[in-house]
């Protein structure tokens, strides 16, 4: 015993041994060329099922495929002996394949057996399974006479069917004889074994044509049994009343029964079911009433993913059984009066089936290798080794190969080692057959994928470069860049087994020509791959999700950043479906966006912009959501009526894709507006039925309007019309008011009623009047009108006014009652004692003596001041003596205003008078008075007059001196850019207006400031700054008239011009004809307005109003001038002369029009006489 032992444990230790040091398994490629050169055993491709039944019309064909090289030959065993194919007329073998057909004529089943294909070369020999052919049966019934079959109703019956056997075994069903099926229930229903059980039996069973029929697949034919008649015994006479009972049995007085098994009998039974089959378990019981049935397991619940539970609960149904259904099931079938249990112990056995499935063998000379044969299956199958079809034990020893169990071991194999394997493992149950060569070969490196394969990749993505190769031994593969250093393995690249390298993040540096070299002891092999790294397709301005009204325009971006190598294309789809563009179409696109124009609800959608090139894409979706006025609500009802309401309910209609946030009910009444649509009342999206608060007497028609953020949907189709009925009016006239329209009356008047108001037909309204201070009976008049006029009243009496509507159903409600006052008439006093104080020079206070209330003669509404400005205190200046008024309301004793906006040094008149809402009263006494000295007002123009050496500035006089002027303050400083010199001071007497600077230097630039001044102060500031030119070089116009060389050059231009003159005249005395050019008036603007001794007269002339500049204090902020030398003597389009010397006048910006017309008209410059001539 130990001896066994441990030659046992050394011979485990030895295959482990072995094992270890085998060579990896060749896989042979697909490829045709490959395939071509390799010699190889065969292999069987296809062949029929195991169990194979065919039908006897047809011919019969028994595949069996292979393929090998050399082509394999086939031969047949039936029965287990050779089967000589060429001696049988009936029997063909397809070309280049082992396919048998077999002709229809004659018996069918002389050819029933058990057949094995056999293909063969010279390196082995392969065969299919056993195929066991049988030919389709399909019996005919029996011939038999079926007695009728009588019973008592509530017994239970069998109606057996007993088909025929057939092959394979027919399907059964029962019908009547007008080819209808039997109805089938809880109580009557077929068994697995076609039997109809009836649990009870009723009245209404009884029938003469109950035929089981049995259908037979291969033949598709149907074969049907002689019809049972079924006669019951009843107790009560049947008659269709009984049918629509809910107990049936109790009213056909059948006694009630406790539930019997009809199948399966008995308490218990076994069943055994084949892995992988479907188990099928049947429970049908007898019993009144009815009974149900249940299922359910010992020891768990019911697999709830394989179980089906059909035929009324009578059937259990597991699909794909496995070792974990083994166990008992029970089935319950109860009634009212009683349960009845029977259990089912399920066993699970099994075929065998794979655990490894030995594969073929492909293994270099000396090399080592083996086949494993693995399966199981209930009870454990046993293995056996075939080789080129027949048992391994009786083929010739073989000293490279060993069997042990279910494992075969080859060492160091040779040529003639090639054969093909085959394992059988078989229990009861069935048996597996598998064939699996092993081939022994050599043969050089191949390289089997495209050479030189150039290979685009996107930055640091990861990349693959594939080498497919094949040898025998199997090559070892090496990988090199750019045909320089040692194998690329590990770090950032790694190899895989069948030859493809991996570049775990591919960088630009990556870039190159890789060489992959295949070597086997029998020669190398190379191939090359070029890597070109790219940079990434990426959308960098992405589509956004848009909601947008209908008819706008949308907008969707999809900027594109991509390699420049590569071209890249962007294309749109809507919904995952491409869209299609046109010229004449609403959707455009350009290279970076797709543009939608008056987008329409079915242009929402998702739209996806993709961009992609041959290598790698990008894609961004946005959805686009298009937003529309809510369609109109549907069907309106009206319901719930009432004197002065009804209730109003709607379907809302789509809302289009934008919330509905109101809903507007508007109405329309035939009586007094027919046709015009008003708005009732309006509503929260969530209601759709209101109720409605109507006026009476009115004919209503209703419609909805639905409000979302786009707008408002089309109104609805109006409702049914609703009358209401009348009644008095329930409010009351609004807006009465009384007041005079003349001294001695009042008018009367307020708003008409809505015609949703009047509740009823021949509305009036009764109007009711009196004398506040009498306390007189009220005066009364009833009108229809609105308004009413109280003829002969005193001057401004107040009264007492009411008002009440009234309609043919009664009276309304009366109003409040208001104070409404007669007609005013002219004040009778004025106010007295008007005088004035506190005179400065432009505000004064004023002081009168009141008037008494009654004078007034009305509502008091002010005190008004009417004043002009009579004249100047300075001699010459006009003024504008326009009257001007301003209000007082007071009812102070001693009444005071201050009169302001009074111009300095002047002479003023004023007068008063008291005012009412009508009428001014008379006069008080006039009253003059003189306001003080002022500050005077800017001057009146301010110039700068610039020459080579020398500033010359010249100003007027203000329009408004507000005093006596006492003269001038000159400042002004130097300007550099942005920074300001020190400041200088200069003043003058009021008679000179002008002052000439000498610079120092001509390129120095001035800011000057100027302000008159009175004996109270400087008055407004006016800010000039010099002109700044490029060319700093200037002279006086007239120094370039007196150089000789332009004299010259003068004469030689009027000498041309004569010459020209004298041809033009002479062609034109000709006849001939010559172009004219048209000659352009230059108008002249007026001169300055100055007086013969060059003094200046206050007037408002506008021709002489000063240049609108900043006009502030000194000490205050100034204001810049709008002045620039541009302005000046037509600024930068000036002439030089050749000295560079200015040609032109400076003035300033107001005046440039009035020396425009005095430059024109300088004659004796040069210049001008050239341009003139031109």
């Given amino acids: 015993m130990w001896t066994q032992r441990r030659w046992a444990a050394l011979a485990v230790l030895s295959i482990i041994s072995l094992l270890s040091e085998e060579a990896a398994t060749i896989e042979v490629p697909l490829d045709p060329k490959i395939q071509q050169e390799l010699k190889q055993p065969p292999t069987i491709v296809k062949q029929s099922l195991k169990d194979y039944i065919v039908d006897p019309r047809d011919n019969i064909i028994i595949e069996c495929e292979a393929k090998g090289n050399p082509v394999p030959t086939f031969q047949w065993r039936r029965n287990g002996k050779f089967f000589n194919v060429g001696k049988d007329p009936r029997v063909t073998m397809r070309s280049r394949s082992g396919t048998l057909e077999i002709r229809s004529s004659g018996k069918p089943e002389d050819y029933e057996g058990e057949y094995q294909c056999f293909a063969s070369n010279n390196l082995g020999t392969a065969i299919s399974n056993k195929i066991l052919l049988r030919v389709s049966k399909s019996p005919l019934w029996p011939k038999e006479v079926l007695e009728p079959v009588t019973v008592r109703e509530g017994s239970s019956l069998v109606l ?111 069943k055994m079911v084949l892995r992988g089959e479907e188990l099928l378990l049947e429970c049908i019981a007898a019993g009144v009433p009815t009974p149900t049935i249940t299922w359910s397991k010992r020891g768990g619940d019911l697999p709830a993913k394989k179980v089906r539970i059909g035929n009324f609960d009578k059937t259990l149904r597991i699909l794909n059984v496995s070792e974990e259904d083994i166990g008992s099931y029970t089935c319950m079938a109860s009634n009212r009066i009683g349960s009845i249990r029977h259990t089912v112990e399920v066993q699970v056995k099994a075929a065998p089936f794979w655990l490894e499935k030995p594969s073929n063998l492909v293994l270099a ?21 075939l080789v080129n079809g027949e048992p391994i034990e009786s083929s010739l020893p073989n000293p490279n190969r060993r069997v042990l169990d279910d494992t075969i071991i080859f060492e160091t194999v040779q040529f003639e080692s090639s054969a093909v394997y085959q394992c059988n493992a078989s229990n009861e149950h069935g048996y597996l057959l598998a064939n699996a060569f092993v081939s022994v070969l050599d043969m050089a490196p191949r390289m089997l994928g495209p050479k030189n394969q150039l290979i685009k990749v996107i930055e640091n993505n990861r990349t693959f470069l594939e080498c497919p190769f094949f040898g025998s031994p199997l090559p070892l593969l090496r990988w090199f860049k750019n045909g320089l250093g040692s194998g690329l393995d590990g770090g950032h690249y790694r190899l895989y087994h069948n030859g493809t390298l991996e570049i775990k993040q591919a960088r630009t ?3 190159g020509t890789y060489t992959c070299v295949a070597s086997n002891i029998l020669g190398k092999m190379e191939n090359q791959v070029r890597l070109e790294v790219k940079e990434p397709t990426r959308i960098v301005r992405a589509p956004e999700h848009v909601t947008e009204p209908r008819g706008t325009t949308v907008r969707f971006d999809c900027r594109v950043k991509h390699d420049p190598s590569l071209l890249a294309t962007v294309t749109w789809l809507k919904d995952d479906k491409p869209l299609s563009f046109s010229w004449i179409g609403r959707l455009k696109k350009d290279d970076e966006s797709l543009t939608i124009y008056n987008v329409n609800p079915d242009d929402g959608g998702t739209y996806t912009c ?73 509503y929260d999206w969530n209601l759709n039925s209101v109720n409605l608060q ?66 009823g037909p021949n509305l009036r309204y009764v109007l009711s009047w009196r004398s506040k201070e009498t306390g007189e009976e009220w005066n009364n008049i009833t009108t229809a009108k609105t308004k009413h006029i109280v003829h002969n009243t005193d001057t401004y009496v107040p009264y007492e006014i009411k008002i009440q509507a009234v309609n043919d159903f009664g009276h309304g409600p009366e109003s409040n009652m208001v104070i409404g006052y007669s007609g005013e008439d002219k004040p009778s006093t004025a106010p007295t004692d008007l005088r004035v104080s506190k005179i400065n020079s432009t505000k004064v206070n004023v002081h009168w003596e009141p008037v008494e209330p009654s004078s007034v003669n009305g509502e008091f509404k002010e005190y008004k001041l009417y004043y002009w400005r009579e004249a100047s205190l300075i001699k010459g200046l006009k003024v504008n003596k326009t009257k001007l008024h301003k209000g007082f309301f007071t009812t102070a004793e001693h009444p005071s205003g201050i009169l302001t906006e009074l111009y300095p040094y002047s002479k003023y008149k004023m007068y008063m008078v008291v005012a009412n809402r009508e009428h001014e009263g008379p006069q008080s006494n006039t009253v003059e008075f003189y306001t003080k000295e002022g500050e005077p007002g800017a001057p009146k123009y301010f110039r700068i007059l610039r020459h080579t050496d020398v500033v010359h500035l010249k100003w007027d006089k203000p329009l408004e001196p507000n005093g006596v002027l006492i003269g001038y ?157 541009v302005d000046y003597g037509e600024g930068g389009d000036g002439q030089f002369n050749e000295d560079g010397s200015f040609i032109g006048q400076y003035t300033v910006k107001k005046d440039k029009e009035e020396t425009e017309g005095n430059e024109s008209s300088e004659a004796t410059s040069p210049v001008n006489a050239i341009y003139s001539l031109a």
Avoid at 174 to 193: E, H, K
Avoid at 657 to 674: A, C, G
Avoid at 722 to 727: C, I, K, M, N, V
Avoid at 735 to 748: D, R
């Fill in 160 to 270: 057996a069917c007993n088909p025929p056997p057939g092959l394979p075994p027919p399907e059964t069903f029962w019908m009547d004889s007008f080819i209808m099926p039997i109805a089938q229930d809880s109580r009557v229903s077929m068994g697995l074994n076609g039997d109809l059980f009836f649990s009870n039996v009723l009245a209404k069973d009884a029938k003469t044509d109950y035929s089981c029929n049995a259908r037979f697949e291969f033949t598709h034919t149907i074969q049907q049994k002689n019809p049972y008649t079924l006669k019951v015994q009843t107790k009560e006479p049947y008659n269709d009343t009984f049918l629509n009972s809910t107990d049936v049995y109790g009213v056909r007085n059948i006694p009630e029964t406790q539930p019997t098994f009809l199948s399966p009998t008995g308490l218990s039974s076994s």
């Fill in 365 to 385: 000379p000396e090399e080592s290798g083996r086949l494993v044969c693995r399966a199981n299956g209930s009870p454990k199958p046993t293995i056996q080794w």
């Fill in 509 to 511: 540096e990556d870039q």
């Fill in 610 to 682: 993709t961009a992609k090139t041959e290598i790698d894409e990008d894609t961004a979706s946005a959805r686009l959501t298009v937003t529309g006025r809510p369609d109109p609500p549907q069907d309106l009802e009206l319901s719930d009526p009432l004197a002065r309401s009804v209730r109003l309910t709607w379907v809302p209609g789509n809302e289009n894709n934008s919330p509905v946030t109101h809903f507007l009910v508007q109405f329309e009444e035939d009586r007094w507006e027919p046709g015009k649509w008003q708005n009732l009342s309006i």
């Fill in 694 to 759: 109507l006026s009476p007497f009115v004919n209503y028609q209703f419609r909805v309007i639905a409000i979302n953020a786009v707008g408002q949907s089309q109104p609805s189709h109006p409702s049914a019309r609703y009358q209401t009925s009348g009644a008095p009016p329930d409010v009351v006239p609004s807006g009465l008011k009384g007041w005079g329209s003349k001294k001695n009356n009042m008018e009367i008047t307020w708003q008409a009623m809505q015609n949703t108001e009047r509740n």
């Fill in 969 to 1125: 303050t000159l400042q002004y400083h130097t300007v550099n850019g942005t920074q300001a010199g020190e400041r200088k001071v200069q003043s003058f007497p009021p008679n000179v207006t002008e002052y000439v600077m000498n610079l120092p230097h001509r390129f120095t630039r001035f800011k000057f400031f100027l302000a008159a001044r009175t004996q109270v102060g400087a008055g407004e500031v006016y800010a000039v700054e010099s002109p700044h030119f490029a060319n700093e070089a200037y002279k006086e116009q007239e120094d370039i008239a007196t150089q000789g060389w332009f004299i010259g050059l003068m004469c030689a231009v009027a000498l041309l011009v004569l010459i020209l003159l004298i041809v033009c005249f002479i062609k034109r005395s000709r006849g001939g004809k010559y172009p004219v050019r048209e000659k352009k008036d230059l108008p002249l603007d007026p001169v300055d307005h100055k007086d013969q001794d060059g003094s200046f007269d206050y007037h408002s002339d506008e021709d002489n109003k000063p240049l609108q500049g900043s006009q502030t204090s000194l000490d205050g902020n100034v204001k810049e001038s709008d002045d620039s030398l």
